[in-house]
């Protein structure tokens, strides 16, 4: 006996050793991890810190030089438009020189060659050098009165590109925004996330998302709220989520968050399709009231809901509405009924009554619009007495439903336990479209 309790204690020392040895193995896999990010978020930041200041210097770089051409074609204009006049002024006093060398030539001719018979020639050359104005003479202006150019540059420039160069960026070691939750809906995911950066003041998130297998993320949100479900999710396949933010009046975004991964198990909610008054889209999780003459209940495709759950009715569009109009959930089909206001049901009507069982409750809900998100939330009280017959009728189901930040709270007695719903919708008149997730 001692030796075998012996053994049985040196097999659970084994056991225990084993169990250590993988739960350091599976940390050794963590801190691999975390080394792995961050040597790849440095070297990215590298990157993408030497990607940006090559732009930047060829930027400034082709800046300037547009700059320097503006300002020399600047200098060939002014240099051109002030030498015009001089030249006309040099061309004029040219011509001026040119004809007093010819005047002075034939005066020096007539002078020399004169005689007493020849006093004709002289009268003709006075006449002449009387009819050039030989007193008349052209205006130059002053070296003040013409351009000096010169090159008027601002040494403070310097100094201010200087500062704005030295405070240009900065390098976190960790993204203000990061995903805080992973919820999964039949088909959809909740994504949570919050800010870890004290000093940053949000003013609109980013949310993007892919497939495991994709290279790119798409854009899925932008806005104020912090938690957003995403929608048409394949089950069982995994999803990359991730998140980034603008901080108050700026334009830029922030880095993104750790991206997590994620994927939901739950079987998505569907319409059943074929049914004449109802048009589905492709993943059938929206259904659109025709205009068919054909009316009734378009149920689920299969009891997809489960107690513990939130059940999501999004209303898109709406058309006229009817008392008969009702969206909710049920125990079974029931094939022939125009609406969920019967037994074994529980719904609401499109003005906002709440109906149990296909009795009106006191309490009533705001009407639905087109935006508006109707919930309903389902949990088990007890199982009844002990017998499979579940007799008494006391199998109750707390249910919540809401709408438009109001709620009703109220049991919902059935005479035997239910382990999933259907859900369905009827709606008179055409128009009417609504999502559920």
Request: proline letters at 4%.
């Amino acid at each position: 006996m001692e030796t075998e309790a012996l053994l049985l204690e040196a097999r659970e020392s084994v056991e225990a050793a084993r169990t250590y040895r993988r739960e350091l193995q599976q940390r050794l896999k963590g801190l691999q991890l975390a080394r792995q990010q961050i040597k790849e978020s440095a070297a990215l930041t590298r990157d993408v810190l030497e990607q940006h200041f090559n732009d930047l210097k060829g930027t400034l770089r082709k800046l300037l030089d547009e700059r320097l051409v503006s300002l020399l074609q600047e200098v060939d204009a002014i240099e051109e438009e002030s030498i015009k006049p001089l030249d006309e002024c040099r061309k004029l006093i040219e011509q001026g020189v040119g004809t007093a060398d010819e005047l002075l030539r034939e005066g020096e001719t007539v002078i020399h060659g004169v005689t007493g018979e020849e006093s004709d020639k002289l009268c003709s050359f006075t006449k002449k050098a009387l009819h050039i104005q030989l007193d008349s003479l052209p205006e130059v202006p002053s070296l003040v009165d013409v351009p000096c150019l010169s090159a008027q540059l601002d040494d403070s420039l310097l100094t201010v590109v200087r500062n704005q160069i030295f405070n240009h960026g900065a390098v976190a070691s960790r993204p203000p925004i990061q995903i805080e939750e992973l919820i999964e809906k039949p088909g959809g995911i909740i994504v949570k996330w919050c800010k870890v950066d004290e000093d940053f003041v949000p003013q609109d998130y980013r949310l993007q998302y892919r497939k495991i297998t994709a290279s790119h993320f798409e854009d899925v949100y932008v806005g104020s709220d912090t938690e957003f479900i995403v929608l048409h999710i394949d089950p069982n396949v995994d999803y990359q989520f991730r998140v980034c933010a603008r901080g108050d009046g700026r334009q830029e975004w922030s880095p993104w968050s750790v991206s997590q991964t994620g994927c939901s198990t739950l079987v998505p909610h569907e319409w059943t399709p074929g049914f004449e008054g109802y048009s589905l889209s492709s993943r059938r999780n929206i259904a659109l009231r025709n205009d068919s003459q054909v009316g009734g209940v378009l149920y689920s495709r299969a009891p997809t809901y489960y107690c513990g759950q939130t059940l999501t009715f999004r209303i898109e569009t709406v058309g006229q509405p009817d008392k008969k109009d009702s969206i909710g959930v049920c125990v079974a089909q029931q094939n022939g009924a125009d609406s969920l206001q019967r037994d074994k049901a529980v719904c609401v009507s499109t003005n906002g009554a709440v109906f149990v069982n296909g009795k009106e409750m006191t309490n009533q809900l705001p009407a639905v619009t087109s935006g508006s998100a109707v919930t309903f939330d389902i949990e088990a009280v007890n199982l009844g007495p002990s017998n499979n017959n579940n007799e008494g009728g006391n199998f109750k189901l707390r249910v919540t439903i809401g709408s438009n930040n109001r709620e009703v709270v109220f049991d919902w007695v059935l005479d035997q336990s239910c382990g999933s719903l259907y859900f369905g919708c009827s709606f008179s008149y055409p128009g009417w479209k609504v999502l559920v997730f």
